[in-house]
């Protein structure tokens, strides 16, 4: 495993704290109970009877306990005391794509910084593991927002894979499942953060379904979503190293719905439920897309 080389904290450091405010109002003011609601998922065990609190989840209401005190009261789960958060970053060199002002990784890496900031600012445990060809670096879940904030640095801040040499090995990334299972408790919560590409569905992926609660974060360019039009364009190929013309053929576009097509089924294979799997593009903004998708949960709930 390599270790993590210096990169540009500082510079990753202001990026977070211009977001942090953002995010700060978006759990205080606009999400209010939904974050514990729909991003924490329900307690599996119970701990105790505490008052309700406007946002908490009704159907946690102790009817026997409300009736007697004349004030509403809920119960409280183990689970609400402390949660996990793990970040699986899957940094491939197809992220580095991106036909506008901003690439997908960029945008990916911003919306794992979004999370990470959540869960400090939900007073969460959070850890990552960043998978790239050459290898992975892996932070163990801290608490805390100073120590979450200098992890999320670290992370926005790790270099993207030499495309160079990924395009001359072809290596695949790979993702140390069997340690992501050893390093948080069961029912945390897992954000796998990838391109997802067809056919991605890695040995083990069920059992990691059944002990945690999973999820995919997936950022699309808006051409992969719909090529432009025109007679023909060019485009760099990260994953082949090399410029692509395409002419905008009927040919080419049948070839990009048949791939979309397949990429989709096996997104959706990898997390079957629609409120587990978050995909934007980077013209979004990415803090109200997971203000929204926070939203859709609660209200499927």
Known sequence: MPTEQPTTATASLALLRQLEWRVRHAVENVLSG????????????????????????????????????GEPYRKKFVEEREVTLMIVLEDTPSLQFGSGAQSKREALLELAGLVMLLGAVNRDRVGYLHARPDGYSFREPVRGRGAIMHAAATLIGRPAPDLSIASAQKTDTSIPWRLLARSAPKHSILIWLSDFPPGHTPDGWSVMQRRYNTMGFRVDDPWERELPTGESFTAYDPMEGRLVTLTGSSSERSAHAAWRAVREQSWQKLFPDPLSRLAITTEQNRLDALVRYFHARMHAR
């Open 34 to 69: 939904e974050y514990r609601s729909a991003f924490r998922g329900r307690g599996m065990e119970f701990d105790q009877v505490v008052k309700y609190s406007f946002g908490d989840d009704v159907r946690d209401i102790d009817w026997n306990v409300t009736a007697r005190l």
